[in-house]
């Protein structure tokens, strides 16, 4: 192959010999780079560096195009390269690591998918949001090459394109975050591009709690509608502060009648621990109504066979009947919490009975009965005024 100095216009005329599939030209500025044309690629060249690893072996290092790279670039980066070999670095070996980095899909299905489905429960929800929007963007992309400007735009897209909500927008970049920690931790990657993200972070916390008038006429309601099943479950919930899911998937083994105590498993127990909780009479009532249907669930579907997995339908009839649209089957459970705290129930006691994890998510019950609090608040006062001293009126002057 002949050893030229490349040059801008030299690159401007590359033709391949005649008879021949491909001709190099080696570039005697720099030693071991030389660029290569194919007939298959008229007027486009490809830089290489010629360099031998450690054994002597020869090796061939693409360094890119010649429509992508000017020949003072090709030359720097050979440099470069060269002096990187030097230093102990082996290109081919980094290469081949490359090439065995997976693509997002490759990597959630073949490792972290496997890994998911038998620890983490909204693994279903996880999946879903691959499959919708993560995979259409990113699951043809290795992992090292997607990038935190990527993910910010893409953020950015589902907030103000496809105008999700900011906290469900959030949840993509979440699980982004996630899958990335533990390709991480598996040795795949070495970085996080979801790492130093901002979130929206909205607060789209909605306590919708009814007051004495809506709670009648929901009463009404759940005591008057054809569909005996939902109202059944819509009381239970209301009586015990328990999620949907809890209650959907209760069995009578759970129920203890003697003690009056419902302990629900850690596997449906969003705090993951065996949550035991009591049983008024409200309750009780509601599973003496039940207790013939199914001799394993409490709730038990007889069109199915197995317990209801969802009160959705009936209970967009019953809140629009209540005169309450937007009424949600969880405000059931803020309901219950906010009668237990207008009863001057302790916030631990709520926070007992939620099955809450820590007393931080409880205090947002802090503020629904003022008077609780300023009835509490009030004994400070009377303490106060008892421990002042009765002092007598002062004197009157006397007239001259």
């Known amino acids: 192959m002949p050893v030229i100095q490349l040059s801008p216009q030299v690159l401007k005329t590359l033709a391949v010999e005649p008879g021949k599939s491909r001709t190099e030209w080696c570039d005697s500025d720099v030693k071991g780079l030389y660029v290569e044309a194919r007939a298959t690629s008229p007027g486009i060249g490809t830089f290489y560096l010629r360099y031998k690893e ?35 670095s082996n290109p081919s070996m980094a290469r081949k690591a490359e090439k065995q980095i997976p693509t997002l899909r490759q990597f959630v299905r073949e490792q972290y998918a496997p890994y998911c489905k038998v ?77 130093k993200m901002s979130l929206f972070n909205a607060d789209n ?8 008038t809506q709670l009648q006429r929901l009463m ?18 209301l009586s015990t502060g328990c999620r949907l899911n809890e209650a959907l998937c209760a069995e009578w083994s759970q129920i203890d009648w003697t003690q009056k105590v419902w302990r629900i498993p850690a596997l449906n127990s969003k705090s993951k621990r065996m949550r035991p909780v009591p049983l008024n009479e409200s309750a009780m009532d509601i599973l003496e109504q039940v207790m013939k249907d199914s001799p394993q ?35 059931l459970r803020h309901t219950y919490a906010s009668l237990l705290v207008n009863s001057g129930r302790t916030l631990f006691e709520v926070q007992s009975l939620l099955g809450h994890s820590s007393p931080q998510v409880t205090q947002r019950y ?27 009126p002062a004197p009157l002057p006397l007239a001259l």
């Open 54 to 88: 450690e054994g002597g072996t020869t090796r061939h290092l693409r360094l890119g195009n010649t429509d992508d790279l000017s020949l003072s670039m090709a030359r720097k980066l050979a440099a470069d390269k060269k002096t990187e070999i030097r230093q102990g």
């Open 119 to 195: 620890r983490k429960r909204s693994w279903h929800t996880d999946e879903l949001r691959f499959n919708q929007r993560l995979f259409p963007e990113f699951g043809d992309v290795r992992l090292d090459r997607i990038t935190t400007k990527q993910l910010i735009d893409f953020h950015s897209e589902l907030r103000e394109v496809q105008k999700l909500a900011p906290a469900t927008a959030d949840h993509f970049i979440k699980l982004f975050r996630h899958s990335f920690n533990m390709a991480i931790k598996w040795g795949v990657v070495d970085k996080n591009p979801a790492t």
């Open 205 to 212: 916390k909605v306590e919708n709690i009814i007051d004495e």
């Open 220 to 237: 009404l309601v759940l005591a008057t509608h054809p569909n005996r099943a939902a109202c059944r479950i819509a009381m239970f919930l």
């Open 297 to 331: 669930w409490v709730f038990f579907n007889p069109d199915t066979g197995t317990h209801y997995k969802t009160l959705h339908k009936a209970w967009e009839d019953i809140r629009k009947q209540a005169g309450m649209p937007w009424l949600r089957v969880h405000d």
């Open 366 to 392: 802090a503020h629904m009965n003022t008077q609780t609090l300023l009835d509490a608040s009030e004994v400070a006062s009377q303490r106060i005024r008892a421990a002042s001293p009765r002092l007598l």
